[in-house]
């Protein structure tokens, strides 16, 4: 526990006083292109509803069983937009709360707001994450490119037009090193430069048994909560939120896994 404290201290001094990283004067110059140029050199993929149903991405393909998906993207974009909130992380109190599986169902939901760019990073470093709920392959991970060992150009998928993902194909040594370094910024800053998203949604590790948020979390404007029904318990969902509230602003609180019936909300969706 002093080992928790000691690093949320250390990560709420530097979101207090550390001056902002410049970017990397080693990067070779290259010639303008436009945005879209730079999005469709990204490597597209697609997913087969098979896999979409073995996987509960009931995002896919729109319609009623999105609905709650699509509310949590309306709701993510009018606080961002309110507040001039870009980069938004994705934490849970425990492993097993749905939040990949919630980061790839936004994946659709944001694909189909098509007057918006999104780019959603696997930064959970320790496992696959995404690429194995996604059902993809991929060479490398999102380590790598934290380090420059490879641009997220060559790295990087994209679904439909305006969704770019960053994926893992494996563990990551010294995830939380990587998290908490200062190249870290220095990346994510090139890639808000580079590709311009309206939101970047960064899909983290659990808060419980590693320190790799309580380092990175000052590189983003603001993080959501998402904890799991009958599982998550309240204590864990204080502690989680008071240790968010110390290192970033909390945007809000998701409770996954979660069974309603649809007079409850009059919304006409199904279970979540």
């Not at 010639?31 to 509803?49: D, I, K, R």
């Not at 599982?231 to 309603?260: C, P, W, Y």
Request: some cysteine; charged content about 25%.
């Amino acid at each position: 526990m002093e080992k928790l404290q000691a690093a949320i201290e250390k990560a709420r001094r530097q979101r207090d006083g550390k001056s902002p990283v410049r970017r990397s004067q080693e990067r070779p110059a290259k010639p303008p292109a436009s945005m879209s140029e730079a999005w469709a050199e990204l490597e597209p993929f697609e997913l087969s509803s098979s896999v979409a149903r073995k996987n509960r991405l009931v995002s896919l393909n729109g319609g009623s069983s999105a609905g709650p998906f699509d509310m949590l993207r309306t709701r993510i974009l009018q606080q961002a937009i309110n507040n001039g909130w870009k980069r938004i992380a994705l934490v849970s109190p425990h492993s097993d709360c749905g939040k990949t599986t919630t980061a790839a169902n936004l994946i659709f939901s944001f694909g189909r707001q098509t007057d918006l760019r999104t780019m959603v990073l696997d930064l959970d470093l320790r496992r696959q994450g995404l690429a194995k709920v996604l059902d993809l392959q991929c060479d490398g991970n999102m380590g790598d490119v934290l380090q420059g060992k490879k641009s997220f150009a060559d790295h990087g998928r994209r679904f439909g037009e305006n969704v770019a993902v960053g994926l893992n194909s494996g563990e990551v040594v010294n995830a939380s090193e990587i998290l908490q370094s200062s190249q870290t910024k220095v990346v994510l800053d090139e890639l808000q430069d580079d590709y311009e998203p309206d939101v970047m949604l960064l899909d983290m590790p659990p808060l419980i048994g590693a320190d790799d948020n309580f380092g990175f979390l000052q590189n983003v404007d603001c993080a959501i909560l998402l904890a799991e029904a009958e599982r998550s318990t309240i204590e864990q969902v204080d502690v989680a939120e008071r240790q968010l509230s110390e290192l970033t602003t909390v945007m809000g609180v998701v409770l996954n896994k979660s069974h309603f019936s649809d007079s409850a909300y009059g919304y006409g969706y199904g279970t979540a």
